[in-house]
Each structure stands twice: as C-alpha cells, then as structure tokens.
C-alpha cells in the first residue's frame, strides 16, 4: 500500500465520520462546523485525484465564504433545538421508509455496475509541473464561454435577490456621508454675532 | 503534481500541533485556582444581565452574502488570469461581459444602498 | 546538511526518511519565523516609543533584547481561565484555528530561486484559499466566550475581514495577468530587469490596495476597530488569558509578516536586487544572495505597519466598510480590465 492510499483511506474516514456527525450533532455550530471539517478533507481527496484548482478553490468558496455565513446564522439566530427535535421520534418511521427509497434508488442508478474501481480508471499522475489552472483555463473561456457567462447572469440574480431579501432601510438613520462632512465650510457651522455688551443697571 | 502537496499537509498537521502544544505547556505550568468570579463573563464590573448571543442586524448576513459572490468571481478571475496571454483577445471580450453583469449588479447594490453601513 | 541527515537514518525505512527530512525542513521555516514574530513584537513597542518620544522596553537585557522571552516566560506560567458560561471545547479550539492556517500558509513561500518548501503550482491561490479559513478562529473565539464584547468584536472583525478579502482577491488576480502564473516563484522571476520591471509600478493601484487590505486584514491599527479598546474592549479575545490570549497574537504578527513578504514578491520583485541592470552598481552588489533582499524589503513593509499605527487615528467602522467596498472594489476592478488589455496587447517592458 503506497502513501497516498495511506493518506486517501485516512481522509475518507475522517470525511465519513465528519459527515455523519453533521447530521447527527445535537448543537448546530458543531453540525456546521464538522460541515467545514468535510469540506476540508473532500479538498484532500481532490487533490489526491490532481483536482488541485477545484480543490483549493473548494477551500477558498466553501469553507473560506458560505460557512461562514452558515455560522453566521446558526450561531446569531438561536434556533430552539427542543421544537426542532420535537417528533423526531414520530416521524422517524416514515423518515427511515423514505431514506430506503432514496437508497434503492441511488444503487440503481449508480451501482456496481456503473461505478468502480474497473469502470473508472484513476487519473494519471503528472509531472509536477503540470498545471490544472491553466488547462481548465484554456476551455472555459473558449469552449464553454455560453455556460460561463450564463454564471455571471446567475451570480447577477443572487445579488439582487439577496438585497430584496434581507435589506431593509433603518427609520432613523445615523449615517453620515463622508464627503459632506469634509465639505463643511465654516460658515455653515458659525456664525458670528456682534451684540452690544450689557450696562449695568 | 500531488507530491508537491505532501509537504503541505505535513505543514498543516505541524501547524495545528504546534497551535495545541503552547496551550498544554499553559495548563502544566501555569497554576490552577478558578473561582466563580473569576470565571465569570466581563461586562464592566455587572453581573451578565443577559445571554451574550443576541439577534443582530441583518446587514452582516447581507455583507456574508454578498462576499459568497463576489468571491466565487474572484475564483472565476484566477484561470482566466493564468490563460490570458494564450486566449488573447477572445479572452478578454468574454471576461469583460461576465464583468460587466456582475458591475450592473454592483452598480444595483450603490444604488439600493445595500453598500451603505449606517 | 541534508546529505548527513539522509545518511544517518538511512537504516530507516524511504518513506519515513523522506518525512523526517520534510518535518526539518518545516521546522527551519518555523523557527526563524516565531524569532521574527516575537522580535517584531519588540521592534513595535521600541519603535512606537521613539515615535512617540519614549524609549519603550530597555530593562531586560541589553536594550531590552531579552523582552520578548521575558514575555513569553511570563504568558506560558500564568492562569488559563475557561470562563464558566463558556462553551469549552470551542473556547480551546478558537487560538488554534486562529494559528495553524497562520502557519500552514508559510509552506508555500519561496525564500530565493531555489528555497522552497513545497513548489506547487497553484501558490497563491493556496495561499488565499488557507488565509481565508483565520477567520473562523474569530467567529469561533468570539461565539465560545460567550461574552458580549466578544461577539460584538468577533462580528464586526469578521465582517471586516471577508470585505477587504474581496479587494486582496481581485489585486492578487492582477499578479496573475502580469506573471501569467500561479506559481510566486515564476511571478517573481517574470519581474527580471530592473527596478521598473517589477510590477509595483504597472500594478500601482492594485499594489496600495493589496497593502492596505493587508492591514485590514490582520486587524491592525488604523482598522482595529475588532479590538477597539474604548468601545468593546479587547473585541473576540477579551475572555482569553494566559497563553490561549498570546496565540492570537502570534497568528497576528505571523500574518503581518505574511503580507508584508507576500507584497515584496508579487510586486517588488522579491528576491531580485534593486539595482539589477544598472551598469556599475549591478556587479557591486551582486554577491549579495538574494533572501538578503528578501527579508530586507519584507522588513521595510512590516514598519509600515508600525508606523501606520503610531500615525493614523483609528477609522469609524462604517468608514471601514466604506474603503472597502464603495473605493477598493470600483478601484481593481478597473484597473484589472486595463491590465487584461495591456496584457492582450503584449504592452512592454512588462507584458511583452
């Protein structure tokens, strides 16, 4: 068994065992945090098979930007675990019917018969100058410009779908515009009075 | 390829060990006399009169949500900026494009004034 | 060196030799660079001090040379305290979050021509990809403590962080059109020529915003609104004590010295001589090894970061946000197109 098994068979286990405590975890910042643990050994994996853009890219996207807004709202929002985990007994059943569904399911379709280590044939090393940035590079702009540009447009509905979602104007605002501040004269804020001094009664 | 990177999982293994290790020599060497005051939450002097996890203003998940987008454009700009020499012209005509939507939604963010933290 | 090492433990199995030599090489990165952190340390409190006409620390040792050991003594034999409504586990796991990719971004540096760990291709973008996962030793330190200035700090630290990593992103892009490469090693050796062949001066823009990214970044002074003394305290780390309070420090400094050395390789020519193609001068220096230059330069940036904090007054936190989106982003996305331009037009002496 050579280094890279080694290191392969360890990753998978740890992502395994991070996966199932996800979903398993009583405390949601922990779910989401073994959440970023699978993330990081998936970005190993990948790396084992020369993904190495897609993998740091993986690290850099997920972990580095949507869990932290996962955090973000897991742990600001508390959610009330007890009404979650309500009827967790009840529904399980079903939950368990379902789960063999999708199973059944996912074995017809990408079963032995479709998968394995004979249909698949692990990538060819490279030599250590080969880089995968730049060979993805050479066909997306190119070849697959039209499903590239269409991202832009989605990127571009995720931005105004996230501000008609969560912006909402404050009443009174505090705000101060920099620009005007700086161009503040002084005779905006002073005023000079001449007035006769008292006499005395 | 991937042998390049076996150095780099060794450094992030030594990295968390070398992160856990000052934090056991704490514990050994240092001496061990907790008391409940001591051990209570800082707020100036009070006690704590609430849990310290408050709701929020929602403009924070806005700032998260739109750093999920613009970073997956940063990750679209790196290939293109390796390639760029090789796809010339064509290159650059479609990264100007995909910049240019994404700028009008920026341009949407100013105006709504998603960008304004008042 | 190395040959010895090899030879000695050749009664050992490849794979285990070739570990042992990794391991000693990680740990010569490692060393110099806690020397480096805690002298920069020093180098801070005695330079404030003269800039503010003090003379800072000068009782331990000559000069007080031997503060930083005093210091570390000091740390490592006082009380750890896990406050009581904190969540336990998270509370440890904060510093050491906050450290390891501190760490484990070194890896990739290269220190001259040859001196590098692990010369993969995808350098920087490591880099970026390891530096954006610091910021969960915030969220995670400031949500454990389970106080309300840590989390107030932890929020707004965070929030700051992930807005000017968009603006370091985009001015790293700008590297990359004009090295062509992700490899910093091939991004410093495509700025060969001479002082204005280095990409400070075609990437002027995107060089002062990746700079002052950086100090954002690292939450240094003027943008340490996180550990806003008069308003939130000490911000994310206010429960902590002891050593767990010191490992924040030490990430820190180490990703100062990180973005200081980083900005000397992207756009100051890293390792290459200032005076390389000036006639006379040019051979005068030429025995100086490269990683001289390095560092020297590298030290230069990290008194910007002194001196920047003896200066400026500490910005409001909506103006914080301000510079980072409404003026960076406008600014290298600008700037990236002229690049992309100039490159596509082979425009010389720098993109031909």
Known sequence: ?201 | MVENYLPILVFIVLGILFGIAPILAGYMMGPSKPDSVKLSPYECGFEAFEDARMKFDVRFYLVAILFIIFDLEIAFLFPWAVVLDEIGMFGLVAMAVFLGILVIGFIYEWKKGALEWE | ?352
């Open chain 3, 1 to 352: 060196m190395l040959e010895f090492i090899e030879q000695s433990l050749a009664w050992l199995p490849d794979g285990v030799v070739a570990l042992v030599i990794i391991i000693l090489k990680i740990l010569a990165i490692i060393a110099p660079l806690m020397a480096a952190v805690a002298y920069l340390t020093l180098a801070e409190r005695k330079i404030i001090g003269y800039m503010q006409v003090r003379i800072g620390p000068n009782r331990v040792g000559p000069w007080g040379l031997l503060q930083p050991v005093a210091d570390g003594v000091k740390l490592m034999l006082k009380e750890i305290i896990l406050p009581s409504s904190a969540n336990r586990f998270l509370f440890i796991l904060g510093p050491i979050l906050t450290f390891a990719p501190a760490l484990a971004a070194w890896s990739v540096m290269p220190f001259s021509d040859e001196l590098v760990l692990a010369d993969v291709n995808a350098g920087l973008l490591y880099i970026l990809a390891i530096t954006s996962m610091g910021v969960y030793g915030v969220i995670i330190a400031g949500w454990a403590s389970n106080s309300k200035y840590a989390f107030l700090g932890a929020l707004r630290s965070a929030a700051q962080i992930v807005s000017y990593e968009i603006a370091m992103g985009f001015a790293i892009v700008g590297v990359l059109l004009a090295g062509g490469s992700l490899n910093i090693g091939d991004i410093v050796n495509a700025q060969q020529g001479s002082l204005v062949h280095w990409f400070w001066l075609p990437l002027l823009p995107l060089f002062l915003v990746y700079f002052i990214s950086g100090v954002a970044e690292t939450n240094r002074s003027p943008f340490d609104v996180a550990e806003g003394e008069s308003e939130i305290v000490a911000g994310f780390h206010v429960e902590y004590s002891a050593i767990s309070f010191s490992i924040f420090y030490l990430a820190e400094y180490a990703n100062m010295i990180l973005i200081a050395m980083l900005a000397v390789l992207m756009f100051l020519g890293g390792w290459l001589s200032p005076f390389q193609g000036i006639p006379f001068l040019e051979d005068w220096f030429a025995w100086i090894p490269g990683i001289v230059w390095l560092l020297g330069k590298t030290a230069v940036f990290c008194f910007l970061y002194l001196w920047f904090r003896a200066t400026f007054p500490r910005y409001r936190y909506d103006q914080i946000m301000r510079l980072g989106w409404k003026v960076f982003i406008p600014i290298t996305i600008v700037w990236l197109m002229v690049v992309g331009g100039a490159v596509v037009a082979q425009l010389g002496p720098w993109f031909d």
């Open chain 1, 1 to 201: 068994m050579g280094f890279e098994q080694i290191v392969f068979y360890i990753f998978s286990a740890i992502l395994v065992f991070a996966a199932g405590m996800v979903i398993s975890v009583r405390n949601p910042v922990f779910a989401a945090l073994f959440l970023v643990l699978a993330f990081f050994t998936s970005a190993v994996i990948w790396i084992l098979l020369e993904a190495e853009f897609l993998a740091l890219t993986l690290v850099l996207v997920y972990v580095g930007a949507v869990m932290v807004l996962f955090l973000f709202v897991v742990m600001m929002l508390d959610i009330n675990l007890a009404v979650l985990k309500r009827g967790f007994r009840r529904y399980l059943p079903v939950g368990f019917v379902v789960a063999f569904i999708m199973i059944v399911q996912l074995v017809l379709i990408v079963g032995p018969e479709q998968f394995g280590l004979d249909k698949v044939e692990s990538p060819t090393p490279r030599a250590a100058d080969y880089s995968n940035t730049e060979e993805l590079g050479r066909v997306l702009y190119t070849v697959y410009v039209y499903p590239f540009e269409i991202a832009s447009v989605i990127l571009l509905v995720a931005i105004i779908a996230a501000i008609a979602l969560t912006l909402r104007k404050r009443k009174h605002p505090r705000f101060m515009s920099p620009e005007q501040q700086i161009k503040v004269r002084r005779e905006d804020r002073l005023r000079i009075v001449k007035m006769k001094s008292e006499t005395k009664l």
